[in-house]
T-cell receptor, first 114, second 114 residues
Framework: SQKIEQNSEALNIQEGKTATLTCNYTNYSPAYLQWYRQDPGRGPVFLLLIRENEKEKRKERLKVTFDTTLKQSLFHITASQPADSATYLC?????????????FGKGTHLIIQP | DAGVIQSPRHEVTEMGQEVTLRCKPI?????LFWYRQTMMRGLELLIYFNNNVPIDDSGMPEDRFSAKMPNASFSTLKIQPSEPRDSAVYFC????????????FGSGTRLTVV
């Protein structure tokens, strides 16, 4: 069966360091992968999208990599700040085109300590 | 734009009662999605619409759930009769067609069935 795995344990990082979150998937051939941020009591907020033929994408302090051979995406936050503390969700879209509904991982809770 | 607007923010109802959740997508977005989020299962896609037409309702858990989109600016998710296991946060999201765009989520409706 299709599965998306994110580290369920909270990730504690010291302020100023780089935070790296992992998203692994099985039995998918995704057309693209997205990362979202979710704060308590709020809906997820879109951060970045990376396509299957892209290796890396950057946006300000954020960097996403996508390895379709390893079936893995890494999400990096450089120069982390306490305000980056939140739950980060990865989401996959099936291949074949169209805007089929995204399937989300359960997310990793990131805590940036001052 | 005010973003995706959901109402109510909180709903507490007794088992067996009918519940109606409402969503106004962003103007110009032609895809609308309903998700349910619980600690155990994370974000689950229930149903999505394209140009007001239901495309995939395979995520709707039972016949007790129904969704409509009578026009481009309004959608409802109805549960009748409600059960305690329906307690969750229900999110509505919208996006434009195509693969390049992330979803914009509403703030969600926290449903508690007692």
């Amino acid at each position: 069966s299709q599965k998306i795995e994110q580290n369920s344990e909270a990730l504690n990082i010291q302020e100023g360091k780089t935070a790296t979150l992992t998203c692994n998937y099985t039995n998918y051939s995704p057309a693209y992968l997205q990362w979202y941020r979710q704060d308590p009591g709020r809906g997820p907020v879109f951060l970045l999208l990376i396509r299957e033929n892209e290796k890396e994408k950057r946006k300000e302090r954020l960097k996403v990599t996508f390895d379709t051979t390893l079936k893995q995406s890494l999400f990096h936050i450089t120069a982390s700040q306490p305000a980056d503390s939140a739950t980060y969700l990865c989401a996959l879209a099936p291949s074949g085109g169209g805007a089929d509904g995204l399937t989300f991982g359960k997310g990793t809770h990131l805590i940036i300590q001052p | 734009d005010a973003g995706v607007i959901q109402s109510p923010r909180h709903e507490v109802t007794e088992m067996g009662q009918e519940v109606t959740l409402r969503c106004k997508p962003i103007s110009g977005h032609d895809y609308l999605f309903w998700y349910r989020q619980t600690m155990m299962r994370g974000l689950e896609l229930l149903i999505y619409f394209n140009n007001n037409v239901p495309i995939d309702d395979s995520g709707m858990p039972e016949d007790r759930f129904s969704a409509k989109m009578p026009n481009a600016s309004f959608s409802t998710l109805k549960i009748q009769p409600s059960e305690p296991r329906d307690s969750a946060v229900y999110f509505c999201a919208s996006t434009r067609g195509g693969l390049a765009d992330g979803y914009t989520f509403g703030s969600g409706t926290r449903l508690t069935v007692v």
